[in-house]
């Protein structure tokens, strides 16, 4: 149900109440994570990542006290040189969760909520990450799925209420992913430019974060860019999951990068692409590069 990109997040921007920057982000990063443990969105988490002054290192969450984990872990986090001089701190937690079938049944997901807490020139930023489709009205195969959604999505929407209230901060609904469009209250589908939900499944479902992909791609001002193919949607971008099918479908005069998923995913959703297809056919007509086309975009490229 859950995978490694987050289907939908959340922030709240928080003004540090102390000068300790460090204690104030837990305290603020601790806070969500019990917000969502009262649903249980986040029934564990393992522990804290946190980055700040030279010290990048994990500091275990034990027991339930807020305080006492924000005060221990503040400790040792200064005890390690990591006092933050600058003023900058870096605090992720991945929440181990449950989300309820539709049968009534829970499951147990190692990654099922992500908080995460940036602090910059006194201002703190707190995001939360859902992951997985439990909260969604359709699946991330385009399936309707009333049941699942009806169970989990109150829970979902309480849990970002009550961090809005507990932060004294109004939410804001993050960008929309490549799975899904946040809302004040949760997620709904993404849409096809008619109107249908689509089926995400199919370029994230044989993928691990490493899993290399073979990106259609050219050079341009010292940059790569990406290239993408036509499609009823419009233009959208695209992979391959092979150099030999890439060059099978695109031809072996292709201009191409390897990238890993986990990093290609990411940054088409920071850039707002649509989802992304792979190994998708290409049409016979279609353009295509040729070995010309390659000599003469190097010598446009040389004469700079």
């Known amino acids: 149900m859950a995978g490694e990109t987050p289907t939908a997040y959340w922030t709240w921007q928080v003004e540090l109440p102390t000068d300790d920057v460090v204690r104030g982000s837990l305290d603020a990063v601790l806070t969500a994570v019990y917000q969502l443990g009262r649903e249980h969105l986040a029934v564990a988490v393992p522990h804290l990542t946190i980055r700040t002054g030279g010290v990048a290192a994990e500091f275990a969450v034990q027991g339930s006290s807020l305080a006492e984990n924000a005060e221990r872990i503040a400790d040792e986090v200064r005890n390690a040189g990591g006092g933050a001089p600058d003023g900058e701190v870096t605090i992720l937690g991945d929440c181990v969760g449950t989300w309820v079938g539709a049968d009534g049944e829970s499951h147990r997901e190692p990654l099922l909520t992500r908080v995460r807490a940036e602090a910059r020139a006194g201002q703190l930023s707190i995001a939360v990450g859902a992951f997985g489709d439990a909260f969604l009205p359709w699946d991330l195969s385009g399936a309707p799925q009333p049941a699942v959604y009806q169970r989990n999505a109150p829970r979902l929407a309480a849990a970002l209420s009550a961090i809005t209230v507990a932060l004294r901060s109004p ?123 390659v000599l003469a975009y190097e010598e446009e490229l040389s004469r700079g």
């Open 171 to 293: 939410i804001q609904p993050g960008d929309e992913t490549a799975l899904a469009v946040p809302t004040a209250g949760g997620a709904v589908n993404r849409l096809s430019a008619d109107g249908e939900v689509l089926d995400l499944t199919a370029p994230l479902a044989r993928l691990t974060p490493s899993t290399p992909l073979y990106v259609p791609t050219h050079p341009s001002d010292d940059q790569m860019v990406f290239e993408l193919l036509d499609s009823p949607e419009g233009a959208v971008p695209v992979a391959f999951t092979s150099l030999d099918l890439l060059i099978e479908r695109l031809g072996s005069s292709q201009p191409w990068t390897a990238v890993r998923a986990e990093k290609f995913i990411t940054l088409m959703e920071r850039l707002g692409a649509p989802p992304i297809r792979l190994d998708p056919p290409v049409e016979p007509e279609a353009r295509r590069w040729t070995a010309d086309d």
